[in-house]
Structures are given as structure tokens and as C-alpha cells.
């Protein structure tokens, strides 16, 4: 168990729908990574966090946001969902940002389907 | 860009036996961070070794050791004494020590089976 903590684990849509990822990160890390894992993309990083602050964003599509609010929870939101979608979200923490042992912490996932 | 490669979709080793998995990756940084990820069925992504790309030495984590080239750009994993527990996807992954960013970049994976 990593400490970082993703709800919910499975989710099933159709097509056209918005649904909202949720990521709670380890206790005391301040960084928040969002992250996509697919058949044909492979590992992606889509956007990081520091502090409620956008720090780096990815290959993210315009119809994908995300936020970290005040007590450092995450949420990814994802609109006009298509079929392509369809992916492991992940979502990870570190302490801070830089340095070689800013480890990032990966949660479970979200299984995302789009049907 | 940055780029990591790992070449070997999949591989297979006998219990108990070694294998090394390879990985050559691209950038013109001077400065960054190598990482192997373990993904087990589980889908839990386990972080297996760390190299400095500053440090000559290559990192060991019990079984686990790695072989850096850095005028190579190349970055393999040994898994000594393979049990059935290692069986996982084996991804190889970059961070910079040079961006602003602590955006990971991964290669595509490798599948281990372990033979019985």
C-alpha cells in the first residue's frame, strides 16, 4: 500500500458522458501527478500539482481538467468522453518537487471504461 | 524530447535463474534520474531501483541491480535469483533533474514470465 489513495476503482460510462476522478495523496506530499496508462499510448504523464499550483502539464486533451484543492486532494475531471478514453488513471504524490529522491507514490488506479 | 526505449516485449526465465532486461534511452540533459517500475497483475505500480545519472556506481536493491551506460544512454535491469513474485511488467522510466517538471517518462514495458 503506497499511501496514495484513488476513488473509484472502476467506472463505466458511454460516450459523451463527464465523470470525476478522485486522488488522495500520501500524508504530508505536497505534489499531485496525474498519469495515463493505455494499450496504445502506453505511460502517460498528463498534469502535476504542487501546492494547489499547476506546476507541468502533459499530453492532456482540452476536454481534461484537474485541480488540487487546499487539503491537497486531486480530482481529474474528464468531458465529452470518447472511446478512447478508456484507460488506467493513475495518480501519485511526492514530498515536493526536484531532487532525487522526490519519489513519486502511485495509487491503485481508476479503471476507466467507456462504453 | 526525451525518449526511453525498451526493446524486449517479452521475456522468460527459469526459477532461480538471472535475467536482464534492457533499456536505452535518449536526451541531451547532462542531469536526470533512471528508474525501473514493477507492474505486477495487481496493476500497482512498484517502484523497483533508482540510478543518478551523477553517480558512476550502479545502484543494487537486493536481487536487483542495474548495468548504467551513460555514454551508451543505456539503463538494464538484473533480476538475480528470479522467483515467481517477479513475474510483472517491467517498465523503464526517465525523470529530469534539468526541468522545471518532475514529469516521468516511461518506455513502452517489458512482460516477464517466470518459468516454474
Known amino acids: 500500500d503506497s499511501g496514495v489513495t484513488q476513488t473509484p476503482k472502476h467506472l463505466i460510462t458511454a460516450t459523451g458522458q463527464r465523470v470525476t476522478l478522485r486522488c488522495s495523496p500520501r500524508?504530508?506530499?505536497?505534489?499531485v501527478y496525474w498519469y495515463q496508462q493505455s494499450l496504445d499510448q502506453g505511460l502517460q504523464f498528463l498534469i502535476q500539482?504542487?501546492?494547489?499550483?499547476?506546476?507541468a502539464k502533459g499530453n492532456i486533451l482540452e476536454r481534461f481538467s484537474a485541480q488540487q484543492f487546499p487539503d491537497l486532494h486531486s480530482e481529474l475531471n474528464l468531458s465529452s468522453l470518447e472511446l478512447g478514453d478508456s484507460a488506467l488513471y493513475f495518480c501519485?504524490?511526492?514530498?515536493?518537487?526536484?531532487?532525487?529522491?522526490?519519489?513519486?507514490?502511485f495509487g491503485p488506479g481508476t479503471r476507466l471504461t467507456v462504453l | 524530447a526525451q525518449t526511453v526505449t525498451q526493446s524486449q516485449p517479452e521475456m522468460s526465465v527459469q526459477e532461480a535463474e538471472t535475467v536482464t532486461l534492457s533499456c536505452t534511452y535518449d536526451?541531451?540533459?547532462?542531469?536526470?534520474?533512471l528508474f525501473w517500475y514493477k507492474q505486477p497483475p495487481s496493476r500497482q505500480m512498484i517502484l523497483v531501483i533508482r540510478?543518478?545519472?551523477?553517480?558512476?556506481q550502479n545502484a543494487t536493491e537486493n536481487r536487483f541491480s542495474v548495468n548504467f551506460q551513460k555514454a551508451a544512454k543505456s539503463f538494464s535491469l538484473k533480476i538475480s535469483d528470479s522467483q515467481l513474485g517477479d513475474a510483472a511488467m517491467y517498465f523503464c522510466?526517465?525523470?529530469?533533474?534539468?526541468?522545471?517538471?518532475?514529469?516521468?517518462?516511461f518506455g513502452k514495458g517489458t512482460r516477464l514470465h517466470i518459468l516454474p
Open positions: 501519485a504524490s511526492s514530498p515536493h518537487v526536484g531532487g532525487s529522491y522526490n519519489e513519486q507514490f
Open positions: 500524508s504530508g506530499d505536497l505534489s
Open positions: 500539482y504542487y501546492n494547489g499550483e499547476e506546476r
Open positions: 536526451t541531451s540533459e547532462s542531469d536526470y534520474y
Open positions: 540510478q543518478e545519472a551523477y553517480k558512476q
Open positions: 522510466a526517465y525523470r529530469s533533474a534539468e526541468n522545471r517538471d518532475d514529469k516521468i517518462i
